[in-house]
Antibody, heavy 126, light 108 residues
Framework: QLQLQESGSGLVKPSQTLALTCTVS??????????WSWIRQPPGKGLEWVGF??????SYNPSLNSRVTISEDRSKNQFSLRLNSVTAADTAVYYC???????????????????WGRGTRVTVSS | SSELTQDPAVSVALGQTVKITCQGD??????VSWYQQKPGQAPVLVVY???YRPSGIPDRFSASRSGTTTSLTITGAQAEDEADYYC???????????FGGGTKLTVL
């Protein structure tokens, strides 16, 4: 059964870079038809999509676009998040998740996140 | 609009039916998925597309759509259904994903 596990620094200083890794077990990130996303949730607030990597192509939340980078390491079956110039507003639980996309004739028919990691709490504070 | 709007809170009596709605212009075009999140836990996919449920999700969860509004219906709500529910789809450009603000469901 596919499992995702987040890891990385739980405390980041303001203006520095947040770096997290998601390790995938029980399946390969190279398998077609799936994207690999980061989603975050500030304390007491809702979910916010950060971005994904899909067949080595990335897409990011426009509100974070200039600060975020998602990459993959297929040899390690991992994908990673880097968020630059963090502020307190970036404090959140960060989840990695597998996304599925079903297209028909170039049109997205079905889409969603079917497997999630347990999340890792990141605090931005000096 | 590039937003998905949900009512912040909804309540339902035990065993009754409740509908949780999600409104957004992009919903005319793009598929929607729904997630249940209990305190301290990761979200769980409960319904996606026109009305598909992942394995293990009870059939009391269903979805429907009308124009720019999509709804998650729980028929015969159980105490364990008390949770936050989020809708998810694409923005109007189709280039980014987004979540609704979430609905806190209370089962009375």
């Amino acid at each position: 059964q596919l499992q995702l596990q987040e890891s990385g620094s739980g405390l980041v200083k303001p203006s520095q870079t947040l770096a997290l890794t998601c390790t995938v077990s029980g399946g390969s990130i190279s398998r077609g038809g799936y994207s690999w996303s980061w989603i975050r949730q500030p304390p007491g607030k809702g979910l916010e999509w950060v971005g994904f990597i899909y067949h080595s192509v990335t897409s990011y939340n426009p509100s974070l676009n200039s600060r975020v980078t998602i990459s993959e390491d297929r040899s390690k079956n991992q994908f990673s998040l880097r968020l630059n110039s963090v502020t307190a507003a970036d404090t959140a639980v960060y989840y990695c998740a597998r996304g599925f996309i079903v297209t028909l004739g170039g049109v997205i028919e079905l889409e969603g996140f079917d497997i999630w990691g347990r999340g890792t709490r990141v605090t931005v504070s000096s | 609009s590039s937003e998905l709007t949900q009512d912040p809170a909804v309540s339902v009596a035990l065993g009754q039916t409740v509908k949780i709605t999600c409104q957004g212009d992009s919903l005319r075009t793009y598929s929607v998925s729904w997630y249940q999140q209990k305190p301290g836990q990761a979200p769980v996919l409960v319904v996606y597309g026109k009305n598909y449920r992942p394995s293990g999700i009870p059939d009391r969860f269903s979805a429907s759509r009308s124009g720019t509004t999509t709804s998650l219906t729980i028929t015969g709500a159980q105490a364990e259904d008390e949770a936050d529910y989020y809708c998810n789809s694409r923005d109007s450009s189709g280039n980014a994903l987004l979540f609704g603000g979430g609905t806190k469901l209370t089962v009375l």
